[in-house]
């Protein structure tokens, strides 16, 4: 599978593309996952597709990836800044329920998701609260070797004894000093400085809670990621993702205090990969008038997860994209004209057979050798996805290329794409909506304008039945009249 094209990654640290060269025999990778406070909206989840096509990217490359997604179920304070109200907590609080019952809801509800997103589960998911132990060992380590000051507020990190400081945000630590963005802290040394801990202010008293040396709290929210990363992947690995947003900070302070706490000199994570926004504003799903839209918007809306997943990828992941309804509708029709045209060639070599498909292949059908070719260019070129997306509709439309040879380089793309194109079925597309989908309202509505038209109809007031036949088929439901009286469907 591996023709050859060297794969190269555009690093942020030095913001520059590089070859990628694995350092071990399975490569590392960490990405910062959710807090469990809330639904992941649609950008959130643009993060794991990214991390997601990394990770089939280094398997068509033949590089073996141990992936881990961490859960902050305990530590991020409502704003990311370093004091005031766990987000947790608050969510608790309005939802009535319990922290414990937060968390284990909303995590459901991002596994969901990523199944739904096809993202292929990480070999981890360490839950923060289950390292709280390790975190403080860590902090107390920084504390000793002298990283670290103490304020009535929590352990401080000293980036003030960090010479390279902020190298990943290419950060001018003087104009950070002066910047307005971070919240004020009694005492604190520098505005980049910040809580390894975070004590449990006089009269505070938080839920989660732990004893520390520093007094009973939480841990600070870059704490956790390096002290999950490290334990689970060794104190040097090779790929950290994350959302661009975490480049400036969050990234910044996992590496100043992980270096701090190896002392070897050495680059703690040798490849920073960062995807853009999903910019959400003008556009919003009707369904969340009040919040950003989730990917459950969208499947009631009659959208298939695919064709967010498609949409997505559609763009570099480095680039800026605009999320809106025309968009997701092309998208829409897109996975569904590849879908019907992918029909006729299944069964497709799966990810296992793969391989050896693309190898024989490439020995009898020189149009599929030389389409497989550029779908390796592609992807090793930073993993360019819309030249992969255009790769594959052209192969569909190749009158030269053989129907085996379609059927493995529609294979190779889906294996890099993930879009499910070996099972998904046409009609999971035509956007039809089952009625077990509607809202109790809706279905109140439909049953309120059937129950018009037959009484339309028994008054012989045939132009009313039939304007609000026309309401209703404006609606997607299909009437149909029996001698039992009037049944509906959706279309
Ligand atoms: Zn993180």
Redesign the pocket.
Known sequence: MTTGHQLRLYNSLGRRIEDFSPSAAVTGMYS??PTVYAFPHLGNMRAYVFADTLRRGLRWKGIPVRHVI?ITDVGNAVADTDTGEDKLEVAAARERRSVDDIAAFYTRAFFDDMAALNILPPDEYPRATAYVGQMIEFATRLEERGYTYRLPSGLYFDTAKVPDYGALALLDVEGQREAARVEHVEGRRRKTDFALWRTEGPGQRRIMRWDSPWGPGAPGW?L??SVMSIALLGPHFDIHT?GVD?REL??VN?IAQSEAWLGDGQPWVRYWLHNEFLQLGAQKMAKSAGGAPRLADLTEAGYHPMAFRLFLLGGHYRSQLDFTVTALDAAQATLQRLVTRVQPLRPLPDADTLAIATARISDRDAVAAKLLDQIDAAIAADLNTPKVLAILQDTLREPAITRNGQGVIVAACDALLGLGLASLDPRDLDGRRDTASLTTGERQAIEKLVAERTEARAEQDWARADQIRVELEQLGVQVTDTPDGPTWDLR
């Open positions: 910062c996952g961490n870059h956790e990621c994350g975490h969050h990234h996992e």
